[in-house]
């Protein structure tokens, strides 16, 4: 089997479906410990594949060589799959950069897309990367925006919020389950229910609510305060930091609430996020 890739832009709930799957899968007398994640879910952009193929530590590597080994990386990543789901995280949009497709049609059996509303992207963006909200929201306005290659980290292409969100939605011959965040918060065995179907998965609905209970955002923010978490950004004071929807409206002021409309507005209406006169939604 190729891969099932867990995809989003940052700070939308990756982390939190990878945890999920993994105390689903795992079915453990006690919540999954979230730096062992690694070991259920890969990362293409683990710095140790780019290394292992270039003979070089990543810090030595220029993005350009790291563009050129990224299909080499995923192809090696899809031979674990075997007769098994194989999930593999990404925050990479589905394009092209410099003649190489950042996400290889030809290992990718399927995808789960987590989406969030972009007004509280921006919010967690900004604190994850220590920067202005300002600056998180022209960020998320850029087609050239992209994760730094960092630590263990290797670059990830983001591009916009909506160049992302496109781009999963509409590559050619992938029909992504989509999740969004605030019906994982709200509705979250309808939610997690709804992925289990998806992935063709015995439907076992104690195992599920078990599952969930063990994936709660006050588990996870537990786990990090005792352990910290491997995943964290070294900018961000910590990676659980709220776990709420609606953020926005206390911490973003008007004129980066219509930027972001004007950025966003289609797909922000289309999931929800923005009724038919532009006025956001509280979701």
Same mark, same amino acid.
């Given at each position: 089997?190729?891969?099932?890739?867990?995809? =989003?832009?940052?700070?939308?709930? %990756?982390?939190? !479906?990878?945890?999920?799957?993994?105390?689903?899968?795992? %079915?453990?007398?006690?919540?999954?410990?979230?730096?062992?994640?690694?070991?259920?879910?890969?990362?293409?952009?683990?710095?140790?594949?780019?290394?292992? &193929? /270039?003979?070089?530590?990543?810090?030595?590597?220029?993005?350009?060589?790291?563009?050129?080994?990224?299909? !080499?990386?995923?192809?090696?990543?899809?031979?674990?799959?075997? %007769?098994?789901?194989?999930?593999?995280?990404?925050?990479?949009?589905? !394009?092209?950069?410099?003649?190489?497709?950042?996400?290889?049609?030809?290992?990718?059996?399927?995808?789960?897309?987590?989406?969030?509303?972009?007004?509280?992207?921006?919010?967690?963006?900004?604190?994850?990367?220590?920067?202005?909200?300002?600056?998180?929201?022209?960020?998320?306005?850029? =087609?050239?925006?992209?994760?730094? !290659?960092?630590? %263990?980290?290797? &670059?990830?292409?983001?591009? #916009?919020?909506?160049?992302?969100?496109?781009?999963?939605?509409?590559?050619?011959?992938?029909?992504?389950?989509?999740?969004?965040?605030?019906?994982?918060?709200?509705?979250?065995?309808?939610?997690?229910?709804?992925?289990?179907?998806?992935?063709?998965?015995?439907?076992?609905?104690?195992?599920?609510?078990?599952?969930?209970?063990?994936?709660? &955002?006050?588990?996870? /923010?537990?786990?990090?305060?005792?352990?910290?978490?491997?995943?964290? #950004?070294?900018?961000?004071?910590?990676?659980?930091? #709220?776990?709420? =929807?609606?953020?926005?409206?206390?911490?973003?002021?008007?004129?980066?609430?219509?930027?972001?409309?004007?950025?966003?507005?289609?797909?922000?209406?289309? &999931?929800?996020?923005?009724?038919?006169?532009?006025?956001?939604?509280?979701?």
């Amino acid at each position: 089997m190729g891969i099932v890739w867990l995809a =989003s832009y940052p700070k939308s709930g %990756n982390t939190w !479906t990878r945890v999920f799957l993994a105390n689903l899968f795992l %079915n453990p007398e006690k919540p999954v410990d979230i730096n062992t994640l690694p070991q259920f879910t890969f990362g293409e952009h683990r710095g140790e594949y780019y290394e292992q &193929f /270039s003979g070089k530590k990543l810090s030595e590597l220029s993005d350009e060589e790291i563009n050129q080994l990224r299909p !080499t990386v995923q192809r090696h990543i899809a031979t674990a799959g075997r %007769n098994q789901l194989l999930f593999v995280k990404t925050h990479s949009a589905i !394009t092209q950069l410099e003649g190489v497709p950042t996400i290889l049609p030809e290992v990718t059996d399927g995808a789960v897309y987590i989406i969030r509303n972009p007004l509280d992207v921006a919010v967690s963006y900004a604190h994850h990367l220590a920067i202005s909200y300002d600056e998180a929201v022209e960020a998320m306005s850029v =087609s050239s925006n992209r994760l730094a !290659t960092v630590d %263990n980290f290797a &670059f990830q292409l983001l591009g #916009s919020w909506t160049d992302h969100v496109r781009s999963w939605l509409t590559a050619p011959g992938l029909q992504p389950h989509v999740m969004r965040y605030e019906d994982m918060l709200s509705r979250p065995e309808q939610a997690f229910g709804s992925l289990v179907k998806f992935l063709r998965l015995p439907n076992n609905p104690a195992r599920l609510r078990k599952a969930i209970r063990f994936s709660s &955002f006050k588990t996870l /923010s537990k786990q990090e305060s005792e352990h910290g978490f491997i995943e964290a #950004s070294k900018k961000a004071v910590k990676f659980f930091r #709220s776990g709420k =929807s609606a953020a926005w409206q206390t911490e973003l002021n008007p004129a980066q609430i219509e930027k972001i409309i004007a950025d966003h507005g289609d797909f922000m209406l289309k &999931f929800g996020y923005l009724k038919k006169d532009g006025t956001p939604v509280r979701v």
